[in-house]
């Protein structure tokens, strides 16, 4: 009987998906596991690479083909994936990442089996760039052996734990409205199970993380209003699963988003937008008195209105100049 179902989620990364699935494909394990590859319609050749693995381990890769993508930022394509998993155990992991330890699924299956009382546990990654920067572990050393839900929620993004280093009891997932409609996977799947158990840390390193994909600086999303609101409804959500327990962390946690809109290309050139999101953030995280007084004068006060106030407020120098 099979013990883990590991889930590969790929799209267009014909240049890594082989890696992935290798480094798959070579745990030593002493139970079952199979190998689920979603790729959400790739163009690239990625189809052809997991062809080539299935004809090579036709009993533990599985190709899950869809006949399109199936949008949202891959969401649909990991949730049809998961629901293939035949194993209590599901091990996750992207396309572009890859394990680094032949006995990961059998160190990770041991402690769940261990520790019935957790939902999930994870272990160290490291992150790798494309651009160069230098490499570094994604866990400290006084990373927490164990993880709540209220360990996951903060007045900032919380995120500490790689996807590729996750092994979880598949039976808890699920996914509400709010989960399906979320440009970010990660986030919400550790809240989902943090609910419902502790998630154990193991300190070892274990896999790699690659951030940066295709060339995309993740900054800019941070300019894209739509990105911003998806966040902002992902928050609004993960305060509702959980009951407003942490809502005035997750009120200081929306209100940085509203901070950053200020600046999304979207409304570069829309005053009275810009004003109603300025006034709403100011509402919500009621910053200093200094931060005060730079929100409304550079978002709130008309700049015609700015421009009156310098010249009377300079008038009196110009006066004494002439």
Known sequence: MLKVSVAIFTYNQKDFI???????????????YEILVGDDFSTDGTREVILEYQKRYPDKVVPVFH??????????????TLKLAKARYVAPMDGDDYW???SKLQVMADHLDQHPDQSACFHNALVTHDDGTPSYELNTADQALEVTIKDLVGDNEVWFIATSAVLFKGDLMYYPEWFRKSSSGDIPRYIILA?????????????????NRGGVSNKDHYRDARFLRNRIMMYEGINQETNYEYADLVKKNVSRYYRMLLDARQYSKSYFSKAALALRYLWMRKPTAVECRIIVREYIMPAWLMNIYSFFALLPHRLKQS
């Open 18 to 32: 082989g890696q992935a699935i290798e480094s798959a494909v070579n745990q030593v394990t002493d139970f079952d």
């Open 67 to 80: 006949p399109r993508n199936l949008g949202q930022n891959g969401f649909f394509n990991t949730v049809e």
């Open 100 to 102: 680094t330890d032949s």
């Open 195 to 211: 609910k419902q158990g502790p998630i154990g840390y193991i300190p070892r390193l274990m896999s790699v993380y690659r951030k």
